[in-house]
Antibody, heavy 120, light 107 residues
């Protein structure tokens, strides 16, 4: 059974940093692209970033480019999102999602999300 | 960036009704269009991939069609458990984008 478990969310002040993690199990992690997708309270889905199986291809939404960094550790079956210079508009539930082969593809499994609140 | 526009934003429907949700892309995306269902307080779930390809475990009343810029998600014989928000998503090019969502309320 595919499982994606996010962690690392919390309350953080504007301008500070936070690192999210996603622990994956139930599939061969290093065969697939992985993604972060967020959902602000009461709003729709917004893709944040995606990374290919070997970290050779990475993409970011314009809203986070230059502030967020996605990475993965295939030996630990883990995905990460380093978030710097956080803003109030980054407040959202952050989902880890399993992709397919290339970064630009669909998401077939989603975690339950970790909540990030940016507020002073 | 490719913009996806869904219609309607909200629809109130009765059980056994047929529902059609449309998704229009700002430029041609071939068949790189996927549909998700998100029930309240749950994570999104993949319903349809590549415009019309079914997903194992998804009820057969859900189907998709379209290509290029115009796509449709159809729910035949709606059931109460289909109350949810539905999103389309394009993977033709980065950045990946979603439609704004269509909320279905069951009367």
């Amino acid at each position: 059974e595919v499982q994606l478990v996010e962690s690392g969310g919390g309350l953080v002040q504007p301008g500070r940093s936070l690192r999210l993690s996603c622990a994956a199990s139930g599939f061969t992690f290093d065969d697939y692209a992985m993604h972060w997708v967020r959902q602000a309270p009461g709003k729709g889905l917004e893709w944040v970033s995606g990374i290919s199986w070997n970290s050779g291809s990475i993409g970011y939404a314009d809203s986070v480019k230059g502030r967020f960094t996605i990475s993965r550790d295939n030996a630990k079956n883990s995905l990460y999102l380093q978030m710097n210079s956080l803003r109030a508009e980054d407040t959202a539930l952050y989902y880890c999602a399993k992709g397919v082969v290339v970064v630009a593809d669909y998401f077939d499994y989603w975690g339950q999300g970790t909540l990030v609140t940016v507020s002073s | 960036e490719i913009v996806l526009t869904q219609s309607p934003d909200f629809q109130s429907v009765t059980p056994k009704e047929k529902v059609t949700i449309t998704c229009r892309a700002s430029q041609s995306i071939g068949s790189s269009l996927h549909w998700y269902q998100q029930k309240p307080d749950q994570s999104p779930k993949l319903l349809i991939k590549y415009a019309s390809q079914s997903i194992s475990g998804v009820p057969s009343r859900f189907s998709g069609s379209g290509s290029g810029t115009d796509f449709t998600l159809t729910i035949n014989s709606l059931e109460a458990e289909d109350a949810a928000t539905y999103y389309c998503h394009q993977s033709s090019s980065l950045p990946i984008t979603f439609g704004q969502g269509t909320r279905l309320e069951i009367k």
